[in-house]
């Protein structure tokens, strides 16, 4: 019997490592607009932090709904073949 796949497992291949760097690279503009702004380094930590959070939050917000809309329009073109009463 074949297990089912988790609802966000394709989300952890390639899409995933990059919604991860696309939002550490969002963290770090936020962190480095904060020290801009001169509000201090543990400011700018949090603040960095804070967009990192919310940007990979985002990310897998959105790759949950793509997956299940795909997922609902996937149509099963090769169901299992029926089983066959033995000959002999």
Excluded at 24 to 39: N, S
Aim: proline share 9%.
């Amino acid at each position: 019997m074949q297990r089912p796949l988790p609802r966000l497992q394709p989300f952890f291949s390639i899409p995933g490592v990059i919604a991860v760097i696309d939002s550490v690279v969002a963290g770090a503009i936020a962190g480095i607009a904060a020290l801009g702004l001169d509000l201090g380094t543990g400011w700018s930590v949090g603040l960095g932090g804070l967009a990192f959070a919310a940007s990979l939050a985002t990310f897998v917000f959105w790759a949950e709904r793509e997956i299940a809309r795909h997922t609902a329009r996937l149509v099963v073109r090769f169901p299992a073949p029926e089983p066959r009463e033995p000959t002999g």
